[in-house]
């Protein structure tokens, strides 16, 4: 069997080479876009101020209708968790606003699995209490780090 460290054939190497190459352009392209978004942010800054300094509920403006409108914005510390669980409760939204967080779920699993020292081609909810009631979808992904 070829070690890693041997070289790959061609077809292996160009689509590697190729990989390569596509990883580099979409980090140019995610830079160009962390630049224009930042440029958006302070531009909608000054016009935000000076909407509100001119008191005006809408502007028309390079080929657009603009307005403010608030958004808002909501976080539930740990520390108060149980508070906010019970608000809910009594409010009657707590089905409305539980949901199972995935993330969180799948870090636990993986977390198990690999302490287990569980085959990453399986299902990392097979066998345990999760096995049947979650989706889970196995596939390989290519991962590399960078050789000089």
């Known amino acids: 069997m070829p070690s890693s460290t041997d070289t790959p054939v061609a077809p292996l190497q160009q689509a590697l080479a190729g990989i390569s190459e596509i990883d ?3 980090k140019e392209q995610n830079d160009k876009i962390d630049t224009l978004k930042e440029r958006r942010g302070h531009l909608e800054g000054i016009a935000i101020e000076e909407m509100t300094n001119g ?3 809408g502007v028309k403006a390079a080929g ?3 307005r403010i409108e608030w958004s808002h ?3 539930a510390p740990e520390a108060r968790k149980e508070a906010v669980m019970e608000a809910a409760r009594s409010a009657g939204l707590l089905d409305a606003v539980t949901q199972v967080n995935t993330a969180r779920l799948k870090a636990e699993l993986t977390e198990r699995a690999k302490a287990a020292g569980k085959d990453a081609r399986r299902p990392y909810s097979e066998g345990t209490e999760f096995d049947g ?3 889970e979808y196995v596939r390989p992904v290519l991962r ?3 050789s000089r």
């Open 133 to 135: 009631l979650v989706g």
């Open 73 to 75: 914005s909501f976080s």
């Open 55 to 57: 008191r005006l509920d």
């Open 24 to 26: 580099a352009q979409v």
């Open 64 to 66: 657009r209708s603009w």
């Open 144 to 146: 590399h780090v960078t």
